[in-house]
């Protein structure tokens, strides 16, 4: 059986702090959680960069604080220090749209940064930023970032992640 290839992920906080226990039942809590078991046991990666970090040191719930130790232990965790990329922020900044949804993209444009220094995948839960970085950015490096949001049809997103978590057309932000 050919073995699944290795992927990059940046993971936001946001499924850090959604991340429910074994006995959580609400569905974010529950698709959060089986998102971040399954890629503990399939072969992907997590990336860190200082600002993702700071993040999750901030809102990460006790099971993503307890995965986050189990993903080093296993050298599943890439500590990336990166630069700020002036030209995706210059194009946010250029944006048609309102200053709120500027700030909004600009809070996070890290997770994008970070994708496109690894392997162009965000894992997050925020489908207002996806949606603005899809709507109102033409960079080429943006375009081929992958954002996926593990609770929008949970069970697809972990069979994606299973396959190898391959480029898929309604994940890319162009």
């Known amino acids: 059986m050919k073995k699944t290839q290795s992927r990059s992920l940046v993971i936001d906080a946001s499924v850090a702090r959604a991340a429910g226990g074994d006995d959580a039942i609400h569905p974010t809590a529950m698709h959060a959680r089986n998102f971040l ?35 080093v232990a296993r050298k599943k965790l890439l500590l990336f220090d990166i630069n700020e990329r002036d030209d995706i922020r210059a194009q946010v900044n250029l944006a048609t749209i309102s200053q709120k949804q500027k700030a909004a993209m600009l809070k996070d444009c890290h997770l994008v940064e970070s994708a496109i ?58």
């Open 37 to 71: 078991s399954a890629v503990l046991t399939i072969c992907h990666k997590a990336v860190m960069t200082p600002a993702v970090r700071t993040e999750w040191d901030a809102h990460q719930s006790r099971f993503a604080r307890k995965w986050r130790s189990s993903m």
């Open 117 to 174: 220094a690894s392997d162009n995948r965000i894992i997050s839960l925020d489908n207002v930023a996806r949606d603005l970085f899809k709507n109102s950015l033409d960079v080429p490096d943006v375009n081929s970032v992958l954002w996926v949001n593990p609770t929008d049809n949970a069970e697809s997103v972990l069979v994606w992640l299973e396959k190898g978590a391959l480029v898929r057309k309604e994940y890319k932000l162009t």
